[in-house]
């Protein structure tokens, strides 16, 4: 697919997740880290004409310059903008002036792709990716806004995909060595997946599937939630602080635990692997069970090196490695810089990918990064344990 078409589908595809929501759907945030949809259409918009147009299409006309500040997100270098946690307050400019500004970006972008036939126009690969992110986070922003509602409203009205058995669960072995991971320049990457380099991994065994729901189960009705000693100290403030009893979306009924989907409230699928766990809440998991999380490293060799089943698209899978350079790791100048690198503080990493993961956006050495406190993001995990 050349770049006119691949830039038209994946345009296409965000305006397609939007398209069951309501214009009063796509205005509302549910939490300071959730953005409303509406946003999400404008901000992807930016970015292209930001960091494409502008530098490259000198008789690009500016659709609207107050957009600048309106939807730019964190990017310090291009200026002043909304504070995220206000971006619901945004009622104006309305959805379909919203749409009128992708019609607009959009027609400039293809009349330049077109005229640049052939030619490098650096950062159009990124600004896919981008939207890419933001198309899965349209879902993860919408399911927290529905989860609020009293309605319980669906986003999906189709009925949900009957979930098979889980497989039996064993331990796959992998030997002690020195390796390489990280992204070996073939490809798009984002910065933060390199330069590859080497790393001595100890002997170790990876669960071969993540966990599932009815797992996670006993460990709720073990009590885990109520026991200190299983959780660090950061995580028990927070079980605490946020009165946490089960998983996001997690509700006890009369007749058995439910959970809040895509497709509105269904009952509590325990095959399905467990999600919108936070990382305190995974940790504490894998200690009850008598295993750990596995690090980044560990991670990555696995899913190179054996053929597991699940290891990507299911749910993004937390391991224990904190976000942080690679060796040699050096930002991209200029306002994209801050992409990723000033994000290296206070994150965790989550490897694999989950089912709102845009396929073509999945890869080994992709590194999703939240903090260890966030679950509303479709984040589970997979056991790993030391061999000895």
């Not at 259409?41 to 299409?57: Q, R, V, Y």
């Not at 064993?170 to 790393?199: C, K, M, Q, T, Y």
């Not at 991209?332 to 993961?357: H, W």
Request: hydrophobic share 40%.
């Amino acid at each position: 697919m050349n770049d006119f078409s691949r830039y038209r589908a994946v345009r296409q595809a965000t305006v397609d997740l939007a398209a069951p929501l309501s214009a009063e759907d796509q205005v509302v945030q549910a939490m300071a880290d959730a953005s409303p949809t509406k946003w999400h259409l404008a901000h992807t918009t930016w970015f292209f004409e930001t960091f494409i147009l502008k530098p490259n299409c000198p008789s690009y006309l500016e659709f609207d310059a107050a957009f600048g500040y309106l939807f730019n997100s964190y990017y310090n270098a291009i200026g002043e903008r909304q504070p995220r946690a206000q971006r619901g307050l945004l009622t104006r400019p309305a959805l379909e002036e919203v749409h009128a500004y992708r019609r607009h970006v959009d027609a400039a972008m293809e009349k330049l792709l077109s005229d640049a036939a052939g030619s490098d126009l650096g950062l159009l690969e990124l600004g896919l990716n981008h939207e890419q992110q933001h198309q899965e986070l349209i879902l993860t922003d919408i399911k927290c806004l529905f989860g609020t509602q009293p309605l319980r409203p669906a986003y999906l009205l189709a009925k949900p995909p009957e979930t098979l058995a889980a497989s039996p669960l064993s331990w796959i072995p992998f030997e002690e060595g020195l390796r390489e991971i990280g992204h070996d320049g073939i490809g798009f990457a984002f910065d933060n997946e390199g330069p590859r380099h080497r790393v001595f991994v100890n002997a170790f065994e990876l669960a071969s599937r993540p966990v599932t729901c009815g797992e996670y189960q006993q460990f709720v009705d073990d009590g885990g939630y109520g026991k200190p000693e299983l959780w660090l100290s950061e995580g028990w403030d927070a079980v605490c602080d946020g009165g946490w009893k089960a998983p996001l979306y997690w509700r006890k009924t009369n007749s058995g635990w439910r959970v809040f989907t895509l497709h509105g409230e269904q009952p509590l699928s325990s095959a399905e692997p467990v999600c919108h766990l936070s990382y305190f809440e995974a940790d504490a998991y894998a200690r009850w069970a008598g295993a750990r999380l596995p690090t980044e490293s560990e991670w990555e060799l696995a899913s190179s090196e054996k053929s597991l089943p699940l290891m990507f698209g299911g749910v993004w899978e937390w391991t224990q490695s904190a976000y942080l350079p690679y060796p040699g790791y050096q930002a991209d100048a200029g306002a994209v810089g801050e992409y990723n690198g000033k994000f290296m503080s206070s994150q965790m990493v989550l490897r694999g990918g989950s089912f709102a993961t845009p396929s073509g956006h999945i890869r080994p050495t992709y590194r999703n990064f939240f903090p260890p406190s966030a679950r509303w993001q479709f984040s589970g995990l997979r056991l790993a344990k030391d061999r000895v």
